[in-house]
């Protein structure tokens, strides 16, 4: 009953486990590390999409929006536009922290504000749906207590946009990079792990962005 129930209201994984132990049960759903051998495959999906992402940059993100693969273009964007010792002075790469950090990539994105606000709710969604966890409502608190951050983010905003896409503007100096991004996740996963990994795929919005990526992208060989 207690599985029938959390499957007509589709909770997570993660959830169904802790209704089980409250219910008196153990859980059934195993929480495998990234890199366990039963998720070989699961590895080699996750690199053959960051791959076909190129040039443009794909990144692997945990439930707290940690940052556990990258693709080459993702690198090559962070290491155009971001200082490496002041990244690494923040921690371990976490997506939302890289663009709400002032040393990071906040005063590269032209439409900050706009793009900031949506991800700041998805924070907020995150932490009201117990997703995310204490670790992703701590790193929503670190956010909102940066610099001049509106009052107004500090609420869940039930009426905010939840567009399947976003749009964001990287500038410097001669580079302007404008993108789409989608977040998309694995299909019909039976591991935590996977149910909770999201890739975050960056597409160009003009034709001005796709020849300045590929100006930032090595030469082929020959």
């Given at each position: 009953?207690?599985?029938?129930?959390?499957?007509?209201l589709?909770?997570?994984?993660?959830?169904?486990?802790d209704?089980?132990?409250?219910?008196?049960?153990?859980?059934i759903?195993?929480?495998?590390?990234?890199?366990?051998?039963?998720?070989?495959?699961?590895?080699?999906?996750?690199?053959?999409?960051?791959?076909?992402?190129?040039?443009?940059?794909?990144l692997?993100?945990?439930?707290?929006?940690?940052?556990?693969?990258?693709?080459?273009?993702?690198?090559?964007?962070?290491?155009?536009?971001?200082?490496?010792?002041?990244?690494?002075?923040?921690?371990?790469?976490?997506?939302?922290?890289?663009?709400?950090?002032?040393?990071?990539?906040?005063?590269?994105?032209?439409?900050w504000?706009?793009?900031?606000?949506?991800?700041?709710?998805?924070?907020?969604?995150?932490?009201?749906?117990?997703?995310?966890?204490?670790?992703?409502?701590?790193?929503?608190?670190?956010?909102?207590?940066?610099?001049?951050?509106?009052?107004?983010?500090?609420?869940?905003d039930?009426?905010?946009?939840?567009?399947?896409?976003l749009?964001?503007?990287?500038?410097?100096?001669?580079?302007?990079?404008?993108?789409?991004?989608t977040?998309?996740?694995?299909?019909?996963?039976?591991?935590?792990?996977?149910?909770?990994?999201?890739i975050?795929?960056?597409?160009p919005a003009?034709?001005?962005?796709?020849?300045?990526?590929?100006r930032?992208?090595?030469?082929?060989?020959?």
């Open positions: 009953m207690v599985l029938l129930l959390a499957r007509a589709d909770i997570p994984l993660r959830g169904r486990n209704l089980l132990t409250a219910a008196g049960y153990a859980p759903y195993r929480e495998s590390a990234l890199d366990a051998p039963a998720l070989a495959q699961a590895r080699r999906a996750l690199a053959l999409i960051l791959r076909q992402q190129e040039p443009y940059p794909a692997v993100l945990d439930r707290h929006w940690n940052v556990l693969q990258v693709n080459e273009g993702s690198a090559r964007v962070q290491a155009h536009f971001l200082d490496a010792d002041a990244v690494a002075a923040l921690g371990p790469p976490n997506a939302m922290r890289l663009m709400f950090h002032p040393r990071a990539f906040r005063p590269h994105i032209v439409n504000e706009p793009t900031a606000a949506s991800l700041i709710q998805w924070l907020h969604r995150d932490v009201a749906s117990g997703l995310g966890g204490e670790e992703t409502a701590g790193l929503l608190q670190e956010l909102l207590a940066y610099p001049d951050v509106p009052r107004q983010w500090r609420s869940l039930l009426d905010a946009s939840t567009a399947p896409f749009s964001i503007e990287f500038r410097k100096g001669d580079v302007s990079l404008r993108y789409f991004t977040l998309t996740s694995l299909g019909t996963p039976h591991d935590i792990t996977l149910q909770e990994v999201r975050e795929s960056f597409f003009d034709a001005e962005t796709e020849a300045q990526t590929g930032l992208a090595p030469a082929p060989p020959g």
